[in-house]
Antibody, heavy 122, light 113 residues
Framework: QLQLQESGPGLVKPSETLSLTCSVSGGSISSSTYYWAWIRQPPGKGLEWIGSIYYSGSADYNPSLRSRVTTFVDTSKNQFSLKVSSVTAADTAVYYC??????????????WGQGTMVTVSS | QSVLTQPPSVSAAPGQKVTISCSGSSSNIANNYVSWYQQLPGTAPKVVIYENNKRPSGIPDRFSGSKSGPGLTSATLGITGVQTGDEADYYCGTWDTSLSAVVFGGGTQLTVL
């Protein structure tokens, strides 16, 4: 059974860089079928796609966040990571990593991590 | 402001049927598959419908999905025989070709009275 687990600091200062890692267990991140994604949810609000990455390193980002977001994949550790630079209070959210099935007509997040709360505050 | 529009809340008595709408456009719902996610309080979302109307294994057939409207720009999640355990937030999601982004609806809170 594939499982995902987010890890990283729960508190980040304004203007600094938020860094999170998602560890994949029970399966390989090098699957040719799936992408790996980050989604966030501000307190009391809806879901927002941040970006997705393939095991090869090819990535796509939400245009609204593209200038501040970078994702990485480490196949040797079966992990992928997220960095969001120049954070503000608006970046405070629960951050989820997820497995993404992405075809020409479909995007489906079929397995999710439990989520990790990140607060931006001085 | 979400690209996909959902009602903020719906309610139903136990055993009744409820539907949740998701309104989009030709750049998203009309030309791409829609998925629906259930988020129980304090938990991560879980897919309950994919490819407009398919259920993952383990999801009861009380859950259904469809597309409708002019140009099929709307999607609907249906739940029959509503149970208290179905109380959750429900989100629709799909790809938006114009934005080149995954888009979600704002979410609908289901209350079972």
């Amino acid at each position: 059974q594939l499982q995902l687990q987010e890890s990283g600091p729960g508190l980040v200062k304004p203007s600094e860089t938020l860094s999170l890692t998602c560890s994949v267990s029970g399966g390989s991140i090098s699957s040719s079928t799936y992408y790996w994604a980050w989604i966030r949810q501000p307190p009391g609000k809806g879901l927002e796609w941040i970006g997705s990455i393939y095991y090869s390193g090819s990535a796509d980002y939400n245009p609204s966040l593209r200038s501040r977001v970078t994702t990485f994949v480490d196949t040797s550790k079966n992990q992928f990571s997220l960095k969001v630079s120049s954070v503000t209070a608006a970046d405070t959210a629960v951050y989820y990593c997820a497995r993404l099935l992405w075809t020409r007509l479909q995007v489906r997040f079929d397995i999710w991590g439990q989520g990790t709360m990140v607060t931006v505050s001085s | 402001q979400s690209v996909l529009t959902q009602p903020p809340s719906v309610s139903a008595a136990p055993g009744q049927k409820v539907t949740i709408s998701c309104s989009g456009s030709s750049s998203n719902i009309a030309n791409n598959y829609v998925s629906w996610y259930q988020q129980l309080p304090g938990t991560a979302p879980k897919v309950v419908i994919y490819e407009n109307n398919k259920r993952p294994s383990g999801i009861p057939d009380r859950f259904s999905g469809s597309k409708s409207g002019p140009g099929l720009t709307s999607a609907t999640l249906g739940i029959t025989g509503v149970q208290t355990g179905d109380e959750a937030d429900y989100y629709c999601g799909t790809w938006d070709t114009s934005l080149s982004a995954v888009v979600f609806g704002g979410g609908t809170q289901l209350t079972v009275l």
